[in-house]
Every structure is written in C-alpha cells, then in structure tokens.
C-alpha cells in the first residue's frame, strides 16, 4: 500500500472554490502536469466543489499527487457531509 500525503481544500462556502481551484490548480502544476491537463483539471474541480456545496452544504477536496506505472496521477476525493 502506497501512503500518499493528501491536502485539504475547504469546500464549504461557495466564496471559497476560486481559491481551492487556484491551490489545486498550482499543486498540479508542480507535480508536472501541463497546460491541457491544468484546464481539465480546473473543470473537474470547479464541478466537484460545486457540487459539493450546492448538494451537500459543506464538505471538503482532499488533493494528493500520485507516482504510478503510467506516469504522475492527481487524485480528488470529495468528502461531505450532506443528508444522503
């Protein structure tokens, strides 16, 4: 099992989505990701913290960049705490 350090980006308030898109946006980018996969990036997070406060009332992103066979991995988990 791999032990991947994650980051958490409060997804709570709508006021805060532009800054965890912005930090998740740089820490991709530092992990190598280039310019076509950035934009996709901040679509899929724009949408899960979106989502998440829109559907779930509060909730947060956890962020961690993965080393796998295929090359650097970004994964998002999106945790909430909603009704469902």
Do not use: C
């Amino acid at each position: 099992m791999v032990s991947t350090p994650y980051t958490s980006f409060n997804a709570s308030d709508r006021s805060y989505l532009a800054i965890l898109k912005k930090d998740i946006h740089k820490l991709a980018s530092q992990g190598g990701f280039e310019a076509p996969q950035l934009a996709e990036i901040d679509i899929i997070v724009s949408e899960l913290g979106s989502n998440l406060v829109k559907h779930a009332k509060a909730g947060e992103i956890l962020a961690g960049i993965l080393q796998t066979e295929i090359g650097m991995t970004l994964e998002l988990i999106g945790l909430d705490s909603g009704p469902g």
